[in-house]
């Protein structure tokens, strides 16, 4: 079988990934085959005959073929899953359609009620320090269908939206009407983070909760330091409390 | 070519130079900026396909936009403000060029040495846009700057600065400039399918006062060359839209290569001390102001765009979320590919064929690009560096990261010893896209014009500045009291609210004394 330039490397060996390294070994794979049935060399076939010979329903077999394995992908977009179901792992609790769902991190913290009837429920990286603590009802965001439901009913008045996506596209026309976001990812310099900034909403990023179900009563730590870059540089933990509200002051 | 080479030693030595530095920085940005993801987009997967469709394509764009004007003339309209310079001229246009090809040579689709007459043609033309563009502080790219970009001349600086209205925290003009800047940042992040290609800053550029001026851009607004912005963004009336920001109390010690800042104490809304607004595109004399005849005015124009943009939002995200993945996949893929589709508007040659379809051999990796390959392959380019291509001797230490690897690929010096290589990728080749058909609507500075007339009226038009187009700032402070300088000040004055005719010797001083009202 044909050799590949890349075939003699002295440094490098796989991919760190399995999933890249099983598509890049099957596609150098299917290279070394279409060299060996063109007949020309590499000058012809690199970029004149594979452009022919090198195909998308070649990269279907490639991709077909780790389905059959059993493999099933994680999902990032939402739509990817909706689509092809059969191919991506199952989107749990995407819908905010079960009220008992709750979005677990494994290192968030977790306490019982204080004196003040706070129960500590994770923490999160402060966007922007204001002068009060931000009150008021999760509702988890998560999907395009929850964010039209929003757009069509309106976003009921004190949603802190639970967001896992640290992007500045899935709640854009409904940003606005959150009176707090607390974001599962990212940083305080992620589009969402910016967004927050710009929109003076106070926003928690990178958070780790535990125990929240929708249209529980939260507070947000917001009058605390907002995070810093030399933070993040140094890899130094700043974070400020969230609670559920289990007794809440009149 | 094989055997033959075209390429020199000395060509070869710069752009492996190039793309050294090159490397070094995007390990940084990447590193160090934030992951970009979202539950709308499949961020991961479009990336990868725009980096395909720029390898395939860009070498015989550029080309072909440099039958018509050089890459350093396109970078002096650049410095000049027509169209906004974009972060394609930082990072994105070798950015994406340079990762689609060495995710090619990962698969084993790609020698290192093939195609080098494109990389090294590439690359030639970054660096003399880039020096072109960066003329007035010196550098190829803001890193080189120690992370600073000043772009503008004085002469412009100066109209930013005295035509700004002041403003403070409460106010109505402060209210509506910052609810505007939210509202257009978050349509630009939804226009550009979850990225920051339509917004960039630049700057900072020191005040008299001891404060500090950004530049804010915000482009790609109106009906243009994206089709998903064709009815639902017919109400914006400006393509492009710029803020110069006065800013107190606060030192932006950092603005990169992606247009970001980052300052100490932390940029707040309560920091800014004066706002303006202007407009410009391929079309104008430099930048034109919008609604700055009055204060009044200002703020009205302001909240008019601020409302105008709340209803493009959601009238757009109505049309993404209807969308299937096949065309958020090309949607995403076509803005990051088009991040210098502005190069061929200023050289009035752009065509939707060459900027707005995936090409063929792009295309044909479609099917591999799931969320997670996208991912974990996305991450191992530009974050891990775990890939084969980018191991070294295990005596190397990467700048920043300490560990035997490197982004980009160098071109084997081999080639010059009889090592064979093929110099191009070859022309574009047919596209397609699964976005309907883009409208004949273009919004120019001179109306929505068709593509046709948009472009017949960019090739005709002469800016008055490329007259003083080697009139450079080291130039003026030797000769600014000679008639030619005080017509090139006077120029730029015409539409200044307070410094009109005030001619090529005004001064900081002078400049600061002028009431902030």
Request: aromatic share 10%; charged share 25%.
């Amino acid at each position: 079988m044909a050799k590949l330039y890349v075939d003699s490397d002295k440094y490098g060996d796989q991919a760190h990934s399995p999933t890249v390294e099983a598509f890049h070994s099957a596609i150098k794979d299917l290279v070394r085959r279409r060299l060996d049935e063109s007949g020309v060399d590499w000058n012809s076939f690199v970029f004149d005959k594979s452009y022919d010979l090198i195909t998308a329903a070649d990269f279907e077999e490639i991709e077909r073929k780790l389905l059959d394995a059993g493999h099933r992908y994680d999902f990032s977009a939402v739509i990817s899953v909706n689509e092809r179901p059969e191919a991506y792992k199952p989107a749990e609790g995407i819908l905010g359609d079960d009220p008992d769902w709750t979005m677990e991190h494994p290192d968030a913290p977790s306490g019982d009620a204080d004196a003040e009837g706070r129960a500590l429920c994770g923490v999160g990286d402060n966007v922007m320090r204001v002068s009060e603590n931000t009150v008021g009802t999760a509702h988890y965001v998560r999907s395009s269908s929850q964010v039209m439901r929003y757009l069509g009913d309106g976003v009921p008045p004190g949603t802190i939206a639970i967001i896992d996506d640290s992007g500045g596209t899935l709640t854009a026309p409904i940003l606005e009407r959150f009176a707090g976001i607390i974001c599962m990812g990212g940083t305080v310099r992620s589009h969402l983070g910016i967004l927050s900034r710009e929109y003076g909403i106070p926003c928690f990023m990178n958070a780790k909760i535990t125990g929240i179900r929708e249209g529980e009563r939260l507070e947000m730590e917001t009058a605390a330091a907002a995070k810093t870059a030399e933070a993040y540089q140094k890899g130094e933990e700043m974070t400020a409390n969230i609670w559920k509200l289990v007794q809440e002051a009149p | 070519m094989v055997g033959a080479p075209r390429l020199s030693y000395a060509q070869l030595l710069e752009t492996n130079n190039l793309l050294q530095t090159f490397t070094d920085e995007t390990y940084w940005l990447c590193v160090t900026r934030t992951v970009q993801e979202s539950k709308l987009f499949p961020v991961p997967p479009y990336m990868l396909l725009s980096y395909l469709n720029a390898f395939y394509r860009y070498p015989s764009l550029l080309r072909k936009v440099e039958s018509v004007m050089t890459a350093e003339e396109i970078g002096d309209r650049a410095r000049e403000g027509r169209p906004p310079g974009k972060s394609a001229m930082g990072w994105g246009m070798p950015g994406f060029y340079l990762l689609g090809r060495e995710w090619l040579i990962n698969m084993g689709l790609l020698r290192p040495q093939d195609a080098a007459e494109d990389v090294v043609y590439l690359m030639d033309f970054w660096k003399r846009l880039q020096l072109s563009w960066h003329r007035n502080d010196g550098h190829i790219t803001n890193k080189e700057f120690g992370h600073r970009c000043q772009i503008l001349p004085e002469r412009r600086l100066q109209v930013f600065e005295s035509d700004a209205y002041g403003c403070e925290t409460g106010d109505p003009l402060h209210s509506a400039a910052t609810q505007f800047m939210a509202s257009a940042a978050q349509y630009g992040f939804l226009v550009s399918c979850e990225s920051r290609i339509s917004l960039l800053n630049t700057g900072p550029y020191k005040l008299a006062d001891g404060n500090e001026m950004i530049v804010r851009e915000f482009m790609d607004l109106g009906e243009g060359d994206f089709p998903w912005l064709d009815d639902v963004a017919a109400d914006i009336p400006y393509n492009n839209l710029t803020v110069p920001m006065l800013v107190k109390d606060c030192h932006f010690y950092l603005v990169d290569d992606w247009g970001s800042f980052e300052s100490e104490p932390e940029f707040r809304a309560e920091s800014i001390v004066g706002v303006g607004l202007y407009t410009s595109d391929p079309l104008t004399e430099g930048h034109v102001p919008v609604g700055m005849e009055s204060r009044e005015a200002l703020t009205e124009t302001f909240r008019t765009l601020d409302g105008l943009f709340k209803e493009a939002t959601a009238r757009l995200w109505k049309r993404i979320a209807g969308w299937s993945r096949d065309q958020m996949l090309d949607a995403g893929a076509l803005t990051y590919f088009g991040i210098c589709k502005d190069l061929a508007h200023v050289a009035g040659v752009y065509a939707h064929e060459d900027w707005m379809l995936i090409d063929e051999r792009a295309e044909r990796f479609r099917p591999l690009l799931n969320d997670e390959f996208s991912r974990d392959c996305l991450g191992e380019l530009v974050g891990l560096l775990t890939l084969p291509s980018h191991r070294l001797s295990s005596y190397s230490m990467m700048q920043h990261g300490n560990g035997p690897t490197r982004m980009y690929t160098p071109i084997p010096y081999a080639i010059l010893d009889g090592e064979g290589y093929v110099p191009t990728c070859g022309p574009v080749y047919p596209g397609a896209t699964t976005l309907p058909a883009k409208a004949d609507r273009y919004r120019t500075s001179q109306g929505v014009l068709t593509l046709e007339e948009y472009n017949l009226r960019v090739r005709d038009f002469a800016p008055q500045s490329d007259r003083y187009r080697f009139l450079d700032e080291t130039w003026l402070k030797y000769n600014h009291d000679t008639p030619r300088a005080d017509k090139m000040y006077r120029h730029e004055q015409e539409r200044a609210r307070k410094i009109q005719d005030c001619g090529a010797s005004l001064g900081a001083a002078e400049l600061a004394a002028l009431p902030r009202d």
